[in-house]
């Protein structure tokens, strides 16, 4: 009796020769990319490899060129967010997209529901969801009320709820704890398990070698590459995306630290944007030459921290820089030698329609060099942009271009290049890699511990607790509008601190592997 073979599955998902042109620049070329079920591919990429617009075509924001997308082994055409749900293909947004003042269920029932009384009728899938894969969403609860960790799994139930077998999750992790993120990829585990699809886009290697079953690798619009997880190390990760090897060691040494306080806070009071207590008596003091990190879950206070040092937020307390009384409004405090790198680098940090030459001149418009009386000294502004440009290895086509045409990662280097101009005592750090790609960060942390070098002491926030611990002598959770700390690097780990920033209270234990919270 002869028997027959059966044929192998098509993959659940296969991009064949996607190409994407935008005007001056190929986004993507050529890319062909499988996802099989019950798989978890990771998408890397430095920032600009293409790795949004392939996904904005997956998701029907964009008609690719040339080539075509498959599922389960047929041709389709993804014309629309709407047309992706109904093919199911689903997308769980790096920034949930949820109404806060309505709940989980009434969220859900947006586009989705039936009846008179449509949160009714979801509430009940929700529990069904929630149960199976172990997301424990409430229906009941008001978004507002959510963390963000709960409100991206509000997401991945309205990707499930309307059918998706494929998931795209776009940088899922940036904005949560630890522990947050650790429960997430239980989820991914229970979807794959289920047979689903994952398309996992991440700049965290070690995430990606915890979740991930394979790699593909953008580089330029091309796929440069790609590789089972399976006895890959971050190091390799990380050279096939930039081309060259990444050092991940620890970043920080001792040797700048000075025990002179540079700024010194007491007793830091401030209001929020509704009026409700955002610092609650803060205080700390930061010395020459070091990196004092602050952790925190967004909302708890560091935005309004930063900004009253910036001199962009009234507050009641004393602060004091090089033994100075710290007053004046943002102006005069980057005169006495406070710098600003903002949490919000492009509608922040610069003007979008201006040059980067133009940028770059922002602090110094009307001085000297760049100024003569009432006039702007054009060739010297622009003599100092390419200088600038060079320096901090701003990818630009020209000193001329809109700094709106420039990628995440240039923008923010070019605000690196004005505030650090003219040597500046503090640097107050925001989020200063968010979104950037390996190369890019590594090259801002390379400036910020330059700077500590020469005395200045900086304070980073991040929501990057691996970015903190490589780069801080001591670092301090916010929480509440209060402060936890600072407490040595050398006493804490990410699992502590993210506990800290869940509001435990924190039992500090010396070494690196014995920081606990009790």
Known sequence: ????????????????????????????????????????????????????????????????????????????????????????????????LLVARHTVAENLALGGGSGLFPARGVAGRVRELSG?????????????????????????????????????????????????????????????ADGRSLIFISHKLDEVLAVADRVTVLRRGKVVGGRNTAGATREDLAEMMVGRSVDFTRKRTDSAKS???????????????RGLPALRGVSFDLHEGEVLGVAGIAGNGQSELVEVLAGLHASAGELTLAGQLLTGNAEERFRGGVAHIPEDRIHSGTVPTMTVAENL?????????????????????????????EHYAVATPSIHTPSRLLSGGNIQ?????????????????????????IGATDQVHRVLLERTEGGAGVLLVSEDLDELLSLSDRIGVMVGGELRGPFPVAEVTRESLGMIMGGAHPTVVAGADQGVVA
């Open 413 to 437: 280097k070019l605000i690196l290049a004005r505030e650090l101009n003219g040597s500046p005592k503090l640097i107050l750090a925001v989020h200063p890699t968010y979104g950037l790609d």
């Open 132 to 192: 199976k894969y172990g997301l424990e969403v409430n229906p009941q609860a008001r978004v507002s009320d959510l963390s963000p960790g709960e409100k991206q799994r509000v997401e991945i139930v309205r990707a499930l709820m309307r059918g998706a077998q494929v998931l795209i999750l776009d940088e899922p992790t940036s904005v949560l704890t630890p522990q947050e993120a650790d429960a997430l990829f239980r989820v991914m585990r229970e979807l794959k």
């Open 1 to 96: 009796m002869t028997q027959t073979t059966q044929p192998p599955s098509p993959p659940a998902l296969r991009l064949r020769g996607i190409t994407k042109r935008f005007p001056g620049v190929v986004a993507n070329d050529s890319v062909d990319l499988t996802v099989d079920a019950g798989e978890v591919l990771a998408l890397l990429g430095e920032n600009g490899a293409g790795k949004s617009t392939l996904i904005s075509i997956l998701y029907g924001l964009y008609q690719p060129d040339e080539g075509t997308v498959e599922l389960r082994g047929q041709p389709v055409r993804v014309t629309s967010p709407a047309q992706a749900l109904r093919l199911g293909i689903g997308l769980v947004p790096q920034h949930p």
């Open 259 to 273: 025990e002179t306080p540079l700024l010194t806070v007491r007793n830091l009071t401030a209001l929020g944007a």
């Open 361 to 389: 001149a922002l602090r110094d418009y009307a001085r000297a060099p760049l100024a003569r009386g009432l006039a702007r000294d054009l060739a010297a502004t622009d003599t100092r942009a390419r200088q600038d440009v």
